[in-house]
């Protein structure tokens, strides 16, 4: 069964860094898309970044273009987030996200991990 | 980017009821690439529906979606008490991949 495991949460002062794993397994990693998300406390879902199957194609959302890095590594079936120059705005909850076949909406999610900005 | 807005923002009914949740893009979605997703409580969001209509794996018929271009609806034709939730619709035609903010069903 498709499993996928965030960690790398946790508190962190603004300005600092974090960097978050997801790790797959149950499916061919290697030939599926992958994304973030983020939830802040009580709000909505927002989308992060994407990144294709080979790590040859990278999306960012506005809001952390430039900050946020994501990539994957094949041999590892592990996905990766790097958080650089954090805000108390990217307080949330992460989820790792697997695309499905039919492309890019999200058929299996983890279970996500709390990051949170604040001095 | 794709605006997408949901309605109603809460929606209030008994088991057994009939929910239509509406989501309406600001510029036309690229071939139907809009989903659905329930979100418990303390739980990572589930797929419902994509490609406007498809279901995914595991999900019961009384979930369907509907809609084309800029408008998109979601009904659950008799609501189970574990169907009261939050509601989401996503496009993913293209980056930035977006998300509506929300319909809570919400039980009468």
């Known amino acids: 069964q498709v499993q996928l495991v965030e960690s790398g949460g946790g508190v962190v002062q603004p300005g600092g860094s974090l960097r978050l794993s997801c790790a797959a397994s149950?499916?061919?990693?290697?030939?599926?898309?992958m994304f973030w998300v983020r939830q802040a406390p009580g709000k909505g879902l927002e989308w992060v970044a994407l990144?294709?199957?080979?790590?040859?194609?990278?999306y960012y959302a506005d809001s952390v273009k430039g900050r946020f890095t994501i990539s994957r590594d094949n041999s590892k079936n592990t996905l990766y987030l790097q958080m650089n120059s954090l805000r108390p705005e990217d307080t949330a909850v992460y989820y790792c996200?697997?695309?499905?076949?039919?492309?890019?909406?999200?058929?299996?999610w983890g279970q996500g991990t709390l990051v949170t900005v604040s001095s | 980017e794709i605006v997408l807005t949901q309605s109603p923002g809460t929606l209030s009914l008994s088991p057994g009821e009939r929910a239509t949740l509406s989501c309406r893009a600001s510029?036309?979605?690229?071939?139907?690439?809009l989903a659905w997703y329930q979100q418990k409580p303390g739980q990572a969001p589930r797929l419902l529906i994509y490609?406007?209509?498809s279901r995914a794996t595991g999900i019961p018929d009384r979930f369907s979606g509907s809609g084309s271009g800029t408008d998109f609806t979601l009904s659950i034709s008799r609501l189970e008490p574990e169907d009261f939730a939050v509601y989401y619709c996503?496009?993913?035609?293209?980056?930035?991949?977006?998300f509506g903010g929300g319909t809570k069903v919400e039980i009468k």
């Open positions: 990144i294709r199957y080979n790590g040859n194609d990278k």
């Open positions: 510029q036309s979605v690229t071939s139907s690439s």
């Open positions: 996503q496009q993913y035609g293209g980056s930035p991949l977006t």
């Open positions: 490609g406007a209509s």
């Open positions: 149950g499916f061919t990693f290697s030939s599926y898309a």
């Open positions: 996200v697997k695309t499905s076949t039919s492309g890019w909406s999200g058929d299996y």
